[in-house]
């Protein structure tokens, strides 16, 4: 049967009508990200594989996308890149970024070249949730736009020797949790109302005398132990669980056991320790509209030669994302032990990017001025998007509830679907620009390109054969990081020919003195590139050679397409 080759869209009306429709203005279960992985793949069989790298703690399958055009090659033979997202239950909108991109560069193959291109000649493992688990978990139970972070795994999180046992609890069933807040005498508060808005609490300062008291979320004391909500459900996070500065919990909350102890991460690092040939990858998270990169602690250092390409790349995100901020983890955020996009830069050498989806200066298409402190200055704000915009959609009202241990309280505040994730209507506008990001981070592997070799006839026989590798992207075929520490195999750059006998070869530091090369000691027709071919630059290699008749060479790399030349004495 003949491969399916991806057609633009049929015209209709002069509107676009993609081969396959979905609807990118919601956020959706785990099971239904699948199908739509399972319509692209039944679309385009010629370009979708997925395969399934293990399963979540709950059971639910590990699947990953495998995207590339499979009439130009395999795809382990092509330099790719890893997309995931939702690795905390709670930040979903990075799993439907994670399939936009595939959706959006399929249905974009036939008329726009550089989606071609990316799918010709790239391959992308695209993994939408990291956690199926906590995303689940997030859609179909009480939640608020924080919780479900963990996956759901049973942890004591107060060491009393029983785990997940005082929840959160959804005191007035309406399916979502919200605050809990008490009025007393005045005096007796830690906050008052604000004088504009009573739906906002401002903490009191100095001689100010406050009458409400912040209870934090709806629950009660399940356990008997005199606290409230103080052992939910999980509690380990598996962006603490890599094992790259790898700390235990006393030092990273969260960071479990050991490295991979966990069957989601474990079973994604087999995966992308099995395939040498990324050389990109891109984690999705929320919230913040942040372009981050490590190092996630102060006294891991990076190469400078990597840190001006993550710059090239990270300014390119700004332009890309509006009121998004290309930051260093550990010095604009705070440090992360164990991290994802730190162990597969540090420890694999694959330049690596976690974005943070979403930034609250996105609902109004500006900054806006901050008053009251950052609590109350962003509840505001919020309350004019959902007053305004969404005519109250995403906040319920405080309202009275006779609680079992404060007696007569309120409860009130905004909808889990508020705050990290972006309202319906503005989901696909968000996603796009980060699913996009990630093709330009892609068209920015290397790409080498060996020059027709130059043969030069020295005399009695003897030649020297010159080639250069040009490499016109940004990312060097091999990481600075690499390099400096051994990491996978260098580039490869081999000679030979039936009828001639390699003496000598090496890289050429410079080309008008070729007598200065840096000659390989052993097996001289394989010459070995501990650096690669730096990005937007080249390599010059030459050999001397005696013999006559034709000959050709090969590049090899593990994160760039191999290449051939060929020439005669």
Same mark, same amino acid.
């Given at each position: ?34 199908? @739509? ?212 919990? @006393? ?319």
């Amino acid at each position: 049967m003949a491969t399916a080759v991806p057609t633009l869209a049929q015209k209709a009306g002069g509107q676009w009508s993609p081969q396959v429709e979905i609807a990118w203005n919601r956020y959706y279960p785990y099971g239904e990200l699948l199908g @739509h992985m399972e319509r692209l793949q039944a679309a385009y069989p010629g370009f979708v594989e997925i395969e399934t790298i293990g399963q979540s703690i709950q059971g639910r399958p590990m699947k990953v996308m495998i995207l590339t055009n499979k009439a130009t090659g395999a795809h382990k033979a092509k330099p790719a890149m890893w997309v995931d997202g939702n690795v905390h239950g709670n930040e979903v909108q990075g799993g439907e970024a994670t399939v936009y991109l595939a959706w959006w560069l399929l249905e974009h193959y036939s008329t726009n070249p550089r989606a071609k291109a990316l799918l010709d000649d790239r391959t992308f493992y695209l993994l939408p949730s990291v956690n199926p688990d906590g995303r689940d978990h997030w859609f179909a139970a009480a939640a608020t736009p924080h919780s479900s972070r963990t996956g759901v795994q049973p942890t004591d999180n107060d060491r009393d020797g029983q785990a997940d046992e005082d929840p959160m609890d959804d005191l007035d069933g309406d399916g979502e949790i919200l605050t809990m807040r008490k009025r007393v005498p005045l005096g007796e508060g830690t906050h008052r109302l604000d004088q504009d808005d009573p739906r906002i609490l401002i903490r009191v300062q100095g001689d100010q005398q406050g009458d409400y008291l912040v209870l934090g979320q709806e629950g009660i004391d399940n356990d008997g132990d005199g606290r409230i909500n103080e052992d939910g459900i999980g509690g380990y996070d598996m962006n603490r669980n890599w094992p790259s500065d790898w700390q235990p919990n @006393h030092i990273q909350r969260g960071a479990g056991d050991y490295p991979f102890c966990y069957p989601e991460t474990e079973c994604v690092g087999r995966f992308i320790i099995d395939h040498p040939n990324i050389a990109a990858v891109q984690s999705f998270h929320n919230a913040g509209g942040m372009i981050l990169r490590g190092p996630g602690d102060e006294n891991i250092k990076y190469p400078r030669a990597d840190i001006r390409v993550y710059d090239r790349l990270g300014e390119e995100g700004e332009l890309i994302l509006p009121f998004y901020r290309y930051m260093i983890i550990y010095k604009d955020l705070y440090n992360v032990h164990g991290g994802f996009v730190t162990w597969t830069y540090e420890s694999l050498g694959i330049l690596s990017f976690t974005n943070e989806l979403w930034a609250s200066s996105q609902y109004w298409g500006r900054d806006r001025e901050r008053t009251g402190g950052w609590y109350s200055s962003s509840t505001r704000q919020g309350l004019e998007f959902n007053d305004s915009v969404l005519l109250g959609e995403a906040f319920v009202d405080w309202h009275p509830y006779d609680h079992p241990l404060y007696g007569e309280i309120e409860i009130g505040g905004f909808k889990h679907q508020h705050g990290r994730v972006a309202p319906s209507f503005m989901i696909e506008e968000m996603i796009h620009r980060n699913a996009l990001f990630c093709a330009r981070h892609a068209e920015e592997i290397a790409d080498v390109k060996a020059k027709a070799p130059e043969v030069t006839d020295l005399g009695g026989g003897l030649y020297r054969v010159t080639v250069d590798l040009v490499n016109s992207s940004i990312m060097p075929s091999r990481s600075a990081m690499a390099a400096n520490n051994g990491i996978g195999t260098p580039d490869l750059v081999t000679l030979s020919g039936d009828d001639i006998q390699v003496l000598a070869g090496g890289v050429l530091r410079d080309r008008f003195h070729p007598e200065r090369m840096n000659p390989v000691v052993n097996q001289p027709e394989t010459v070995r590139l501990e650096s690669g071919v730096p990005g937007q630059g080249r390599t010059t290699v030459s050999w001397l050679v005696r013999g006559s008749g034709s000959f050709e060479g090969t590049f090899i790399a593990e994160k760039a397409a191999n290449r051939t030349f060929k020439g005669t004495l």
